[in-house]
């Protein structure tokens, strides 16, 4: 039944109907704009969950695909007359598979706790939750977008509603945050189309038959030719005798993939171009942040792993050692940084950076235990980070402060929130039993197995972890409490539920991976195979 | 074969684990509740327990292994899974009694607070994990069973966390004891990587490097062993990573009694007793623990000496003895180690639960604002003076049975270590008959009336009491029981154990006599060696400046080193970053000064558009 509906635009575009009502409500009522939001968001995780009870990992997403010819110009080539035009293709297409599934789930379920954080949003409801479930709109069709032009216009879709968000709802130095956020996102949007187009013009020329030639943002098109160069080269150099040498050179491969790097680099964020999200971080109101930290960062790994990795194997493998050490460097540069900040904020602005460096050692793996890892590690830090900014925005709320210094001792005023810190602080150093450990676990590894080095060097990571967590997260929760803080309500239940949803996820996945492995199981198969038969063989 | 009650051994951590989800679930509301939950889960777990070790103890039945996959990778897989055999039946019974019995006296000492219930969810998900942890049938279950009785070891060691002192130590114990899990950590690693089939389970890591068979080459063996090892001396608080266990004395003395003597710091020794044909496939590995172990015997013994809060003497005690086990390991007797494990989780324990029924009477934990408690408070006085002579070596108490089969082997092996246990020895016997003097006799020095603390208290003290006096007697040069059923083989070489006990026996009462002289007869002044050494007395005290050097070298520089990277990066990624982001905006605003209206410049600027594409394009045929 399910594979009869467009279930991904359904749940992609599921948002709208949000959208429209609350376009409708009038602006001063903020109970009932909330209400609808928070409703809205509902309904892609209903949505999303059914299609995860639906999926089958041995059919690897291919039943869930919704195609439509979105855009078709054609142009008469100048060379060779009329008779034989080309054409150039995009579609709306949407698909799923195991890469994809995991984090739009972590999409919707995130989506909705910021939708419930945001009670702490004090103006201009009307317009914060339309742009709110533009943003949700824009993430989960980044992850299931199967056109590279798709992909970049819903990429772009997340960009504005995040600036708006930033610049109009966040903090004292929300304008020059959100202004940072858009140049630093622009310019890898920037650099992430130069890469598509060259993909594009490259390979994703097809041949249909003599007559029908085109140029296709399509992804199967790009990585079938890319998968099997030979065939194409054949097929092109038939129709066009230079067209082959271009398609197979090895320095425009090398080129895409670089570029590719960059600009999913700088989404990451890859040290050194990780300076942006430390505003966004501090300045954007705390559901945001959730978003951002929980989802935004994820988009960054997400294309790495779908363009960079799966497309181009063979330099992947060639750079398996640069990626690592750039993710011992992310780790470790993460985690020194988050040991002296004083700002709540920023330890955890820093703690993403040096847990995204895990991620990049799963992906430099190139093996399947380790990018089962990375992937679980974005689901887990997507989580963790969410349940983070969640309780900053409760705290901040109540005591007006985020600084190390100033607080302190709340565990006696607030138990509950305390507790609930506590356990994230922990599923964020990688206790056993929590998301974070097995995302850790397995991104280390499946590294092992080529960079032993490398690994033993990452696991100082580990001990460093532990060092910043319990510094700052003891400060707020733990010591004596100051006189001013003895009143302070816990949780409301508006806030606990969030709290409590989230920490089950989190221990959920910590205890039965298989959650999240059962549907990733064959959604590397793929690249695996095309690993050990290129680079191995 | 019977396995009937093995086969329900997974039952044993669960009982714990079911009142921790009721009391996580009661909150604070459940006062009393959390008592009678924890307590009758820990006594259903200790039942169980006694069963299982029974029916092990019979003929036949010796194994039980059952598990499930945990993470399906296709062609690799890890598992979660329990087994039970000897060393595991009787490390059950060990720690389901010391935890029954802390529960009960926890009743008592802990009565009037207001967290009292959290304090026994802490102690209910405690015994969970370090079932958990003995039950493990690989590394990765006992893995992940070691991290999270280390994080209820953080808990409780923070439990008054308003207290800054607990708060630091809380934070030092995990972090400490993270240093040396990352060793373990990286051993299991490098066993995943190393092993046929990939295979972390203790049977097969047994079969492929019993008897060094070379499957596993001999320095990846040894790298193996000493990360393994690594991860024992963060547990077990073996130097140079013992600098945490004094300060968890911060938690309270219940738990210093269960987590912090005589469980979880055992696991250590646990861990190294279970992966031993690892160790005894690497001479250097062995030689490696052997001399760690031996010298934080005797490093923590002399500290032990200069320390006045009752607790912290027991701690660097604690410290000591399981230095003895990690020795005995080394000398290749696995049963000395776990012998002295099981009689030290006896007496320590009752040394620790005696230690918090004084400082509940007298509120305070300094041993010279202590003195004639003897008379006041009878029972603790003598359950507390059989630990002490246990600990101290004196037959026929349970330790001196232990620790003669530790020296008994090392005469034999090495001795150089035998020499260091013997001075150890000395020294214990001496810091016990000090901290039992001082707190037992002469004048009572505190204000108020004291009395003898309730019978939830002292019934726990005479039961672990009568444990102190007998658990001796399952191994004796005579009568090898322990080591027979542990390993299967016949007992240990006892030649010699007969010049052994009368050394360490003299030595013993050497101790307790000097103590004597010095705290109670006055013979000797007590300011006889600070009057003339005074720096090394500072150096006992300051115990040996281990944490000022961790200051120095560790913690500073790293702090140091963050600071100076939070300002490059601040000041020059950021500034850098900034440029670059600054020339796309003046480009952008340069784009925004030519669309200013006139026809022309838009003309102009598509021209200059389609030469640009064109040389593209061209110059596209030509990239190669």
Not at chain 1, 277 to 303: C, D, F, N, Q, W
Request: charged share 10%; aromatic share 12%.
């Amino acid at each position: 039944m399910i594979s009869e509906l467009p279930i991904l635009s359904l749940i992609t575009f599921s948002p709208l109907i949000g959208i429209i009502i609350l376009a409708l409500l009038p602006r001063g009522s903020s109970r009932w704009l909330r209400v609808t939001a928070i409703g809205t968001a509902i309904l892609p995780l209903l949505l999303s969950l059914w299609l995860y009870a639906d999926y089958d990992s041995a059919k690897d997403g291919k039943p869930y695909e919704e195609q439509v010819t979105w855009v078709d110009t054609h142009f008469d080539r100048l060379s060779d007359g009329a008779s034989n035009s080309l054409s150039f293709k995009l579609q709306y297409h949407m698909g799923i598979d195991g890469l994809s599934l995991p984090l739009l789930l972590l999409t919707t379920i995130v989506a909705l706790m910021a939708a419930l954080a945001s009670v702490h949003i004090k103006k201009r409801w009307k317009s914060f939750y339309i742009w709110f479930l533009l943003l949700e709109i824009g993430m989960m069709g980044v992850f299931m977008a199967r056109d590279v032009i798709l992909f970049f216009v819903f990429f772009e879709m997340t960009l504005i509603p995040m600036f708006f968000l930033i610049g109009i709802w966040g903090y004292m130095g929300r304008e020059k945050a959100a202004n940072r956020f858009l140049i630093y996102n622009g310019i890898g949007s920037a650099i992430m189309l130069i890469a598509f187009v060259l993909l594009i013009s490259t390979a994703g020329f097809s041949i249909e038959s003599e007559s029908v030639q085109f140029f296709s943002g399509s992804y199967d098109v790009i990585k079938a030719n890319l998968m099997d160069p030979q065939a194409a080269v054949n097929a092109a150099s038939a129709w066009n005798g230079n067209y082959g040498n271009l398609f197979m050179s090895e320095s425009m491969h090398w080129t895409i993939f670089i570029l590719l790097l960059i600009a999913f680099g700088i989404k990451l964020p890859i040290f050194p171009f990780h300076t942006w999200m430390l505003r966004v971080h501090t300045e954007a109101p705390p559901s945001i942040v959730m978003i951002h930290s929980g989802i935004l960062l994820k988009m960054g790994a997400y294309g790495l792993l779908r363009f960079g990795i799966i497309l181009f194997p063979e330099q992947a493998h060639e750079w398996a050692t640069v990626l690592a050490v750039l993710g011992v460097i992310n780790i470790l540069y993460g985690a020194v940084l988050a040991f002296v900040q004083k700002e709540f904020k920023l330890v955890l602005a820093y703690s993403s950076i040096s847990h995204m460096g895990i991620v990049l050692l799963g992906i430099a793996s190139l093996n399947e235990i380790g990018l089962q890892g990375a992937m679980i590690q974005l689901v887990s830090h997507g989580l963790i980070s969410a349940l983070l900014f969640l309780i900053v925005g409760s705290l901040y709320e109540r005591t007006g402060t985020t600084e190390l210094g100033e607080l302190g001792g709340l565990a006696r005023s607030m138990p509950f929130m305390s507790g609930v810190l506590l356990t994230a602080g922990m599923a964020s150093l990688g206790l056993p039993g929590l998301s974070g450990f097995i995302g850790e676990f397995l991104s280390l590894l499946g590294l092992f197995e080529s960079m032993r080095i490398l690994t033993a060097v990452a696991v100082l990571g580990v001990i460093l972890t532990a060092v910043y967590v319990l510094r700052s997260v003891l400060a707020i929760t733990f010591g004596p409490m100051q006189e001013k803080y003895v009143a302070l309500r816990d949780a409301r239940l508006i806030e606990a539920v969030p709290m409590i949803a989230l920490v089950a996820f989190i221990v959920l996945i910590g205890i039965f991976p298989a959650v999240l492995t059962e549907p990733m199981k064959h959604g590397f198969d793929t690249l695996l195979q095309q690993l050990s038969g290129k680079v191995g063989g | 074969m019977n396995t009937m009650f093995s086969e329900i051994a997974w039952l044993i951590p669960l009982f714990p684990f079911v009142a921790f989800l009721l009391l996580l679930a009661s909150g604070r509301s459940g006062q009393g509740l959390g008592v009678t939950i924890g307590t009758v889960g820990s006594l259903a777990s200790l039942v169980l327990s006694i069963l299982v070790l029974m029916e092990h103890m019979s003929d036949g039945s010796k194994y039980y292994q059952d598990g499930f996959k945990w993470i399906d990778l296709g062609s690799f897989q890890l598992n979660i899974g329990y087994e039970v055999t000897n060393l595991s039946a009787l490390m059950l019974v060990v720690v389901t009694a010391v935890s029954f019995l802390v529960n009960v006296y926890s009743a008592g000492y802990m009565k009037g607070d207001e967290r009292i219930s959290t304090f026994y969810s802490y102690i209910a998900l405690f015994t969970f994990s370090m079932l958990g942890l003995v039950l493990a049938d690989n590394m990765l279950t006992l893995y992940i069973f070691w991290e999270l009785v280390g994080v209820c070891s953080f808990l409780l060691v923070g439990f008054w966390f308003t207290k800054p002192a607990a708060r630091a130590a809380a934070k030092k114990a995990f972090i400490v004891t993270r240093i040396g899990d990352a060793g373990l950590l990286i051993a299991i690693l490098l066993l995943f990587w190393y092993m046929p089939d990939h295979a972390l389970d203790f049977v097969r890591i047994e079969n492929v490097f019993e008897g060094q068979s070379g499957t596993v080459a001999a320095g990846v063996t040894t790298l193996i062993a000493i990360l393994i090892f690594v991860g024992a001396v963060g547990k077990s608080g073996q130097f140079p990573l013992h600098v945490w266990l004094p300060d968890a004395m911060e938690g309270p003395t219940p738990i210093s009694a269960l987590i912090h003597a005589a469980t979880m710091v055992a696991a250590g020794v646990y861990l190294v007793a279970r992966t031993f044909d690892i160790f005894q496939a690497s001479p250097a590995a062995m030689e490696t623990v052997a001399y760690v172990g031996g010298f934080t015997a005797l490093f923590a013994a002399t500290i032990g000496i200069a320390q006045n809060d009752i607790k912290r003497i027991l701690a660097y005690s604690t410290v000591s003895q399981l230095g003895y086990m990690m020795m005995a390991l080394g000398l290749g007797s696995l049963t000395g180690g776990i012998f002295h494990l099981f009689t030290h989780a006896f007496f320590k324990a009752l040394l620790f639960l005696g230690a918090g029924s004084i400082i509940h009477a007298v509120h305070t934990q300094n041993i010279n604002e202590m003195g004639g408690l003897g008379s006041k408070m009878r029972i603790t006085a003598w359950t507390f003076g059989i630990g002490a002579l246990a600990l101290s070596g004196i037959p026929p108490f349970s330790g001196f049975w232990s620790k003669d089969a530790i020296l008994t082997t090392a005469l034999h092996e090495n001795p150089v270590l035998f020499v260091v246990g013997i001075i150890a020895a000395f020294f214990t016997s001496f810091y016990m008959a000090r901290l039992f003097f001082l707190v037992f006799t002469g004048r009572p020095k505190g204000e108020g009336r004291i009395h003898e603390s309730s019978l939830t208290m002292t019934i726990p003290l005479i039961i672990l009491a009568v444990f102190a006096i007998g658990a001796g007697f399952v191994e004796t040069p005579w009568n090898n029981t322990l080591g027979e059923w542990l390993t299967g083989a016949a007992g240990a070489d006892h030649s010699g154990s007969g010049l052994v006990m009368v050394v360490s026996t003299a030595v013993g009462a050497l101790g307790i006599y000097l103590g004597w002289l010095v705290f109670v007869k006055g013979t000797i002044a007590r300011d006889a060696v600070s009057s003339r050494a005074p720096w090394l007395v500072g150096l006992l005290e300051r115990k040996y400046y281990i944490d000022e050097i961790y200051a120095a070298v560790i913690v500073k520089p790293l702090r140091g080193l963050g600071s100076l990277l939070n300002a490059i990066d601040q000041y020059i990624i950021d500034g850098i970053i900034a440029i670059i982001g600054g020339t796309a905006v003046l480009l952008g605003r340069g784009g925004i000064r030519l669309q200013n209206g006139q026809v022309q410049t838009y003309g102009l600027i598509t021209v200059l558009g389609l030469v640009i594409l064109i040389i593209a394009v061209v110059g596209r045929r030509f990239w190669s």
